[in-house]
């Protein structure tokens, strides 16, 4: 594919190919891929696409601005236009995973801003208002006088409508994706459009009806390059809308478009862009219920994030109170500012399996004779695993960026990518703590208490990857009582113990910008991180997946699952996304639903952090997996996201499978 490549770009580059070239191209045919069936295919299609491909270095992100060609939606009420064959070429990483503040643009002129950063970057975001305009005037869109009309007031005045205001959101959205900033949130939707939708009301130039009919529109398109815009698989684009929230004051923030948007998500059946509800132990019943009609449909939306344990967390760690009331989500879950912000939240994972393996390799284990001793070695390898991880945060250089630093406040005139954002942390989400709990209370029950076997003799089991014939040590491991997700004050005792170790190693740490770290305890990296990882003393084979976030093996253990969640130490640096993750079969809740809406408003004041499921039957997802073209619109959740199921890779699709199979208290075959 290389040379391919490398033949490519000497037929469309008159300059010199660097490698910064290919590994360009490289992504964009990557893309690409996603649209064709074939490879032979897709180099075809690409060939015939790539007259159009440039790259750009960052320094001359105006130029990619003017040259972006636009394609237009002629059924849609909105403009939105993604060149995929133009590209930023970088030399460091690119800030991504961010939610801007597009209040802040909405209530600005383009003109308002001219004076305050680079007039290079102006000038081009004029440049492409023009050139879009004189597009949709030669195009034969019904819509055509109206998007004008928006692309016009961008530069002359304040958003003025609803309609405006959704296709200003929708301009600089574009932006950002098009400059190579990947997993873009849109921010509190609800509430930022609320004066708008409310004025628009008043005057009679909106109805509920038409509005509904925008969001729908606003959503479709924000679709559209959904196999573009996924970063690492098929689905994950980051593009998430927050919605509700708790107020100051202790009331509860909805609108009409709170439950509009649910609504739309509803009824299209797409699994993106992304839903996310702030709730509330005193939000309105009629709220949840919609969203569990939501989520019982199978499109994995929304998300729920607790106001109530979340936003105590950000003030304790630094944020103004103020700020902390209005917070969003990254691309999947960890909370962050949508103002003045460099916060970036997902620079790498901490696998809590890998210094709990280094311990057992360098320790004399028949010599450690007790849980308190296992804890305090394990701390010591945990520590020095938390200082690589530092030393690797401090690695990381960011890209220039010129249009990002126009869009964040304060950075105007000089680049976000020096530290010049007022927030400056960063984060890191983990893996493998269930396994390393339970690995330790099996040390516990089967070496000191029971006796049933020396610490050594268990390890030994583990590096043969279990492939003892006499001592199924597999089943034995997994079928222990205490275990992480159990409402056990002894689980939740060793789980704190182990947060609380990363915790105190991370207080000491502030990056360049005197930003600090905050973690997780939810990951993407929970077959990735696997893959890598030899067999732990849970029962976990080599390579096996570790568990999905903050979830339970037991079938249908929900309340009990959330009792444990909510135990859980969320303090100091843990805030960076923990979400329990639950798979529900559709009959369970169709057949309980005002029991389910009882158990979900239940577990917002027991205390969850967030949470998210998985309404599927283990039955479909089998069949589909065996006939993908009998389910071509088989939605699940993926890590924070929804994804078509086809598109997922067959290691997800077993996953999801197993999982479903658990909770239904089936075995597989």
Not at 429 to 436: E, F, H, M, Q, Y
Not at 572 to 600: A, H, L, Q, T, Y
Request: proline content about 2%; some cysteine; hydrophobic content about 35%.
């Amino acid at each position: 594919m290389k040379q391919f490549i490398k033949k490519v770009l000497r037929k469309i580059l008159k300059e010199n190919i660097f490698a910064k070239h290919i590994e360009a191209m490289k992504l964009v045919y990557n893309k690409h891929k996603r649209v064709c069936k074939t490879q032979s295919e897709n180099k075809k299609y690409f060939l015939e696409q790539c007259i159009k491909f440039r790259t750009y270095s960052s320094k001359k992100t105006y130029k990619l601005i003017k040259n972006i060609d636009i394609d237009i939606d002629e059924d849609n009420h909105f403009i939105y236009a993604v060149d995929t064959m133009k590209q930023i070429r970088t030399s460091s990483r690119i800030i991504g995973n961010i939610t801007i503040d597009y209040e802040r643009l909405l209530n600005n002129r383009l003109e308002d801003l001219e004076n305050m950063t680079n007039q290079k970057i102006i000038f081009s975001i004029k440049f492409l208002l023009n050139k879009m305009k004189k597009e949709i005037e030669k195009s034969s869109s019904k819509y055509n006088k109206e998007i004008k009309d928006n692309l016009e007031e961008i530069k002359t005045s304040k958003a003025t409508t609803f309609y405006s205001a959704l296709q200003r959101i929708l301009f600089y959205n574009q932006l950002l994706w098009q400059t190579g900033h990947r997993l873009n949130g849109l921010g509190r939707l609800d509430k930022i459009l609320e004066t708008f939708y409310l004025k628009d009301l008043e005057n009679g130039k909106l109805t509920k009806e038409t509005a509904k009919e925008l969001l729908k529109d606003f959503c479709v398109i924000l679709h559209k390059y959904y196999w573009y815009k996924s970063n690492a698989l098929m689905g994950d684009t980051g593009q998430i809308v927050i919605l509700g929230g708790k107020n100051e004051d202790n009331s509860y923030f909805c609108n009409d478009l709170t439950f509009m948007f649910i609504e739309v998500m509803k009824e299209l059946q797409i699994p993106d862009p992304k839903v996310l509800l702030r709730v509330s132990s005193n939000m309105p019943r009629n709220l949840m219920e919609l969203s569990v009609k939501c989520v019982q449909t199978g499109i994995g939306c929304p998300l729920f994030s607790n106001d109530d344990v979340v936003i105590p967390k950000l003030i304790e760690f630094g944020y103004p109170k103020k700020m902390a009331y209005e917070y969003v989500t990254a691309a999947c879950w960890e909370p962050i500012m949508p103002e003045r912000t460099l916060d970036q939240t997902n620079i790498t994972t901490i696998n809590f399996v890998v210094p709990f393996h280094e311990m057992l390799e360098n320790e004399e284990l028949n010599n450690i004779t007790s849980t308190e001793k296992i804890l305090e070695l394990y701390s010591k390898y945990l520590k020095k695993y938390c200082d690589k991880v530092i030393e690797l945060l401090n690695k990381v250089k960011w890209q220039y960026d010129p249009l990002l630093s126009f869009l964040t406040a304060g950075c105007e005139k000089e680049d976000i990518s020096l530290g010049t954002a007022e927030y400056n942390h960063y984060g890191v989400n983990s893996v493998g703590l269930a396994s390393t709990v339970n690995s330790i209370l099996n040390i516990e029950n089967l070496v000191f208490n029971k006796k049933q076997y020396t610490f050594e003799e268990l390890n030994n089991a583990r590096k043969s990857n279990y492939n003892d014939d006499k001592i199924d040590f597999v089943k034995l491991l997994k079928n222990q009582k205490e275990k992480y997700g159990k409402d056990n004050e002894h689980v939740v005792e060793v789980t704190n113990y182990i947060t609380n170790v990363v915790n105190t190693q991370f207080s000491l740490y502030t990056n360049k910008f005197g930003g600090k770290i905050k973690f997780g305890l939810s990951s993407p990296g929970y077959i990735t991180e696997a893959e890598k990882t030899e067999a732990s003393l849970d029962g976990r084979k080599a390579k096996e997946p570790f568990a999905v976030h903050i979830s339970s093996e037991d079938s249908q253990a929900y309340t009990e699952l959330v009792q444990f969640a909510s135990k859980i130490d969320y303090s100091g640096s843990r805030f960076n996304g923990n979400v329990v993750d639950f798979m529900v079969s559709p009959d369970f809740i169709e057949n309980n639903f005002k029991k389910f809406v009882d158990f979900m408003m239940t577990s917002i004041k027991v205390g969850f952090f967030q949470m998210q499921m998985n309404v599927v039957s283990s039955k479909i997802l089998i069949e589909a997996k065996k006939d993908p073209e009998k389910f071509p619109n088989l939605i699940v959740r993926v890590w924070g996201f929804s994804a078509y199921f086809n598109d997922l890779p067959e290691e997800y699709k077993e996953v999801l499978i197993e999982r479903a199979l658990k909770n239904e208290g089936k075995c597989k075959e």
